[in-house]
């Protein structure tokens, strides 16, 4: 289930350098039935990149998968737990609304719900509230009129419950996203700073191969950095930016570090000379690395790199196809930031 929160993650390959800013977010997911390899139900914390807290159907238990989230009170991961395990057959009986919707009678079937806040570098903030279902949109929280939008035509009963006089459900997801979640942000950033706000230099590799019709194909590898928000690009004679015809994922490293990848072609007998620029919040001005003929990777290492690259593709792919099964819960209390309410169906 967190490779697909990975592969999310992931799902942009260059951002801005500006690592200032911070996220919380939250990814659930309920599965019709057993025997698709995940549990029926599962929820993931995330602080930026880092996978914070854990819960699933099969262990009963929400913990902690950082060092840092180890400060918080025994409190905090037992009410947690309680809201999670409340939620359960919540989000299970929503599965089966919508396989009713959607004429279903059988298969595996999942429903995703994915909702985060983020204080900016210059104090502004933000959120975001989603459903899908297998793997497609469903309805969105419109953050700003504090309404939910459906994007499908069976979400409309319940957009239009939720919206309703009744139970103003946006404006109450709206307040969390605003206020519960921002602050809930806060405490998380002040316990893993150290972590969070680590910096790492990137290392960088250029190399080129011939290719047919008088073309070379340059490659930068940048790797070892952190934190993930990285500009990478290719320059001809350190002015003119050069579109790039393909670019790795921002792929993470087991130490935690990150590596991309980006490519051009180029005319192997032009004069002008081509240089990789990378732009990032560990370094005071911008690394540039010349490309030379003749500084290419050893064979060795390019084979390595291109292993660890295919593992991690495989990992990201295994993800995606888990992006077709994600969502649920709802309710805020005194000491839990996950935004959970298991007293009433959901959809």
């Known amino acids: 289930m967190r490779l697909f929160v990975a592969a999310a993650l992931l799902c942009v390959s260059v951002i801005g350098v500006h690592s200032d800013s911070h996220t919380l977010q939250y990814y659930h997911t309920a599965v019709s039935s057993p025997g698709s390899g995940l549990p029926v139900y599962s929820l993931v914390g995330y602080v930026d990149d880092k996978e914070i807290s854990n819960y699933d159907s099969d262990t009963h238990q929400y913990l902690p998968r950082t060092e840092w989230m180890k400060k918080l009170e025994s409190d905090y991961w037992e009410e947690n737990t309680q809201i999670a395990w409340s939620a359960e057959p919540v989000s299970q009986h929503n599965v089966q609304i919508l396989m009713n919707r959607f004429n279903q009678t059988g298969g595996i079937h999942v429903v995703q719900k994915m909702y985060g806040c983020e204080l900016r570098d210059d104090g502004t903030t933000g959120g975001y509230e989603q ?158 690395k010349k490309y030379e003929p003749d500084n290419g990777l050893p064979l060795a290492m390019i084979i390595g790199i291109a292993c660890a690259v295919v593992i991690i593709a495989v990992a990201l792919g295994v993800g995606i196809f888990c992006y077709k099964k994600r969502g649920e819960g709802y309710k805020t209390t005194s000491t839990s930031d996950a935004n959970s309410d298991s007293s009433n169906p959901r959809a």
């Open 131 to 288: 459903y899908g279902y297998d793997g497609r949109d469903l309805m969105y929280l419109d953050t700003q009129r504090g309404i939910w939008i459906p994007t499908m035509n069976e979400a409309q009963i319940s957009t239009q419950r939720w919206n309703s006089p009744e139970e103003r459900e946006g404006e109450r997801n709206k307040n969390y996203l605003e206020n519960e979640c921002i602050e809930w942000l806060k405490k998380h950033i002040n316990n893993g700073r150290e972590d969070l706000e680590r910096r790492v230099r990137p290392e960088v590799k250029v190399w080129g191969r011939a290719q047919q019709d008088g073309i070379t194909r340059l490659q930068c590898l940048v790797y070892g950095f952190h934190p993930r928000p990285v500009d990478v690009k290719w320059m001809r004679n350190g002015k003119d930016h050069l579109p790039s015809d393909e670019m790795s994922p921002i792929l993470p490293h087991p130490d935690g570090t990150y590596q991309i990848r980006v490519s051009v072609e180029v005319p192997t007998q032009e004069a002008d000379t081509y240089s990789c620029h990378v732009d990032h919040s560990s370094l005071e001005e911008v690394l540039t």
